[in-house]
T-cell receptor, first 114, second 117 residues
């Protein structure tokens, strides 16, 4: 199957700082990538759809100015959590696919804001 | 509306017991895909199976089997002779194939399976 790599696996940051998470497709090109968020003991919720060369599409209730998404190339999408606060602490995971009918996930990033 | 329901929040079994995880989905699309993922404590999502809406054949892979029934909109997952290593959260998910739905998944709430020795 296709490989998606996400970095970092975990990060601890101070309140008010920004954190960047990278999602890379290693062996295929992805015009679309997805960012999900998962709170403890909850399901995965789609945050946004990252589109190469254009603006991301955010789900209802997700602040686009807080969660900046940049899909600058066909193999890389980044999610930047700006001015992070403790309530942003969560598990973030990306997915991508070479086709429209599959989904391959990165390893996920556990963000803790202190 | 598209929706995936996993009614069982938590299941606890003793090793070697068989266990079935239920999944019911809702969609008006005729073409769609259903998935099961396993999420161990480390957090990564481990792909288990993908099934398209036109293939209702049941599948068996080792101790795992899946029962897809379009008549009841269900895609249930059975683990035979469960093992402690099967302990994890299991997610059922729906992927729509229509325009604008490029790989976006709708997840169920997840079922936490605990297999006791």
């Amino acid at each position: 199957g296709a490989v998606v790599s996400q970095h970092p696996s975990w990060v601890i940051c101070k309140s008010g700082t920004s954190v960047k998470i990278e999602c890379r497709s290693l062996d295929f090109q992805a015009t679309t990538m997805f960012w999900y968020r998962q709170f403890p003991k909850q399901s995965l919720m789609l945050m946004a759809t990252s589109n190469e060369g254009s603006k991301a599409t955010y789900e209802q209730g997700v602040e686009k100015d807080k969660f900046l998404i940049n899909h600058a190339s066909l193999t890389l999408s980044t999610l930047t959590v700006t001015s992070a606060h403790p309530e942003d602490s969560s598990f973030y995971i990306c997915s991508a696919s070479p086709t429209r009918t599959e989904a391959f996930f990165g390893q996920g990033t556990r963000l803790t804001v202190v | 509306a598209q929706k995936v329901t996993q009614a069982q929040t938590e299941i606890s079994v003793v090793e070697k017991e068989d266990v079935t995880l239920d999944c019911v989905y809702e969609t008006r699309d005729t073409t769609y895909y259903l998935f099961w993922y396993k999420q161990p404590p480390s957090g990564e999502l481990v792909f288990l199976i993908r099934r398209n809406s036109f293939d209702e054949q049941n599948e068996i892979s080792g101790r795992y089997s899946w029962n897809f029934q379009k008549s009841t909109s269900s895609f249930n997952f059975t683990i035979t002779a469960s093992q402690v290593v099967d302990s994890a959260v299991y997610f059922c998910a729906l992927l729509l194939h229509g325009s604008g739905n490029t790989g976006k998944l709708i997840f169920g709430q997840g079922t936490t399976l605990q297999v006791k020795p």
